[in-house]
């Protein structure tokens, strides 16, 4: 009799104990993994608002946090508070925006639990905001959460980005998005206006070209030097812009700061500058590369052949901005070569520019 008295005593217990409001609550993840994703386009950005699994969230994070299964406010605020970076992370790296192509550049900018009609368990909802200048005419998303670890995820998205709409269903055989097309002249277009933005805000191939032109001593020097850094980089930033041939990224932040100091000593303390002509070929080299790592993480879907138009429109902007270059500092070295210490002040205002370049860029 004692026994079945214990017995019925401990089943009373547990059954007070899960009934208590104050017992921590376990997360049921069971057999449904869900997301549910919402792409808008304002104010300049497109917003991303996810809406992911709690338990997803976690174990994707940290599988061995030891909150995992709880739904406590308590202990869903604490994995926020704790592991900030790690989501950011997860979600920057595992879905990937692209608008005409190229790759977009997110940051998260609310990350908060919620409650969802219609679903028994708590979500994570993060909002990833992706600044852009216009509507795409072509977007693309790669998503890879949760597939590897729950292979029968389902991602519910709702697309609008100007005349773009679509809704779909991301499964694991399913990780991509993808609607709209570009078609030649809106490619020719708008990579033409993105190389020219390029090439306005690349102040070191602009002073690349300006200590190469008033290191000249003659009007046709000059324009040999510019005629063959223009042939080089063309041929550098069509390789790397078709991704034929690429230089790592920390390669290039290294190489053409460097450029410009050497150029600079060079033009500074060699005045019979013998050797020009194979300074501006290897500038040129160098400088396309760089040129062309604006068009990194350009995707080529339907193979290399798509990616003709835009490079071509890339490259047409770029060449109109050193074109024009050219035109205006050309007379002008005529003009600056009659100045005493013109050529001096110019080059060492470049070499300590490009060492200065080098020194924030190998330290940040």
């Given at each position: 009799m004692?026994?079945w008295?214990?017995?019925?005593a401990?089943?009373?217990l547990l059954?007070?104990?899960?009934?208590?409001?104050?017992?921590?609550v376990?997360?049921?993840?069971?057999?449904?993994?869900?997301?549910?994703?919402?792409?808008?386009l304002?104010?300049?950005?497109?917003?991303?608002?996810?809406?992911?699994?709690?338990?997803d969230?976690?174990a994707?994070?940290?599988?061995?946090?030891?909150?995992?299964?709880?739904?406590?406010p308590?202990a869903?605020?604490?994995?926020?508070?704790?592991?900030p970076?790690?989501?950011d992370?997860?979600?920057?790296?595992?879905?990937?925006?692209?608008a005409?192509?190229?790759?977009?550049?997110?940051?998260?900018t609310?990350?908060r639990?919620?409650?969802?009609?219609?679903?028994?368990?708590?979500?994570?909802?993060?909002v990833?905001?992706?600044p852009?200048?216009?509507?795409?005419?072509?977007?693309?998303?790669?998503?890879?959460?949760?597939?590897d670890?729950?292979?029968?995820h389902?991602?519910?998205?709702?697309?609008?980005?100007?005349?773009?709409?679509?809704?779909?269903?991301?499964?694991?055989?399913?990780?991509?998005?993808q609607?709209?097309?570009?078609?030649?002249?809106?490619?020719l277009?708008?990579f033409?206006?993105?190389?020219?933005?390029?090439?306005l805000?690349?102040?070191?191939?602009?002073?690349a070209?300006?200590v190469l032109l008033?290191?000249?001593l003659?009007?046709?020097?000059?324009?040999?030097?510019?005629a063959?850094f223009?042939?080089t980089?063309?041929?550098?930033?069509?390789l790397?812009?078709l991704?034929?041939?690429?230089?790592?990224e920390?390669?290039?932040?290294?190489?053409?700061p460097?450029?410009i100091?050497?150029?600079?000593?060079?033009?500074?303390?060699?005045?019979n500058?013998?050797?020009?002509?194979?300074?501006?070929g290897?500038?040129?080299?160098i400088?396309?590369f760089?040129?062309?790592?604006?068009?990194?993480?350009?995707?080529?879907?339907?193979g290399?052949?798509n990616?003709?138009?835009p490079?071509?429109?890339?490259?047409g902007?770029?060449?109109?901005?050193?074109l024009?270059?050219?035109?205006?500092?050309v007379?002008?070295?005529?003009?600056?070569?009659?100045?005493?210490?013109?050529?001096?002040?110019?080059?060492?205002t470049?070499?300590?520019?490009g060492l200065?370049?080098f020194?924030?860029?190998?330290?940040?």
């Open positions: 004692a026994k008295v214990r017995l019925l401990l089943l009373f059954f007070g104990y899960l009934l208590d409001p104050g017992a921590p376990s997360l049921a993840h069971g057999n449904v993994s869900v997301a549910y994703s919402e792409l808008s304002a104010d300049g950005s497109i917003k991303f608002v996810l809406q992911l699994d709690m338990y969230m976690i994707e994070v940290n599988p061995d946090d030891p909150d995992l299964a709880l739904t406590t308590e869903l605020n604490r994995f926020f508070s704790k592991y970076a790690e989501v992370e997860l979600l920057l790296t595992k879905i990937r925006l692209y005409d192509n190229l790759p977009l550049a997110g940051k998260v609310q990350l639990y919620t409650e969802k009609e219609g679903e028994v368990q708590p979500f994570a909802e993060a990833i905001e992706y852009i200048k216009n509507a795409p005419r072509q977007f693309t998303m790669d998503y890879n959460l949760v597939f670890r729950d292979q029968w389902v991602n519910y998205v709702n697309l609008s980005l100007g005349g773009l709409k679509k809704e779909a269903v991301l499964i694991a055989q399913i990780t991509e998005l609607v709209g097309q570009m078609d030649p002249a809106y490619a277009k708008h033409f206006q993105l190389g020219l933005d390029q090439s805000r690349a102040y070191e191939s602009i002073l070209v300006i008033t290191g000249c003659t009007t046709r020097q000059a324009l040999r030097s510019a063959v223009a042939a980089q063309t041929l550098t930033l069509i790397g812009g991704h034929v041939i690429t230089l790592p920390r390669l290039l932040t290294a190489l053409i460097l450029s100091v050497f150029l600079a000593l060079t033009v500074l303390y060699n005045r500058m013998k050797q020009l002509l194979w300074i501006a290897a500038l040129g080299l400088h396309g760089g040129y062309a790592a604006g068009l990194g993480g350009m995707r080529a879907d339907g290399s052949w990616l003709v138009w490079v071509t429109g890339f490259y902007g770029v060449e109109t901005v050193l024009l270059l050219i035109v205006i500092l007379p002008a070295t005529v003009y600056l070569r009659r100045l005493k210490y013109s050529l001096p002040v110019i080059s060492a470049a070499a300590f520019t200065a370049t020194i924030v860029k190998a330290l940040y």
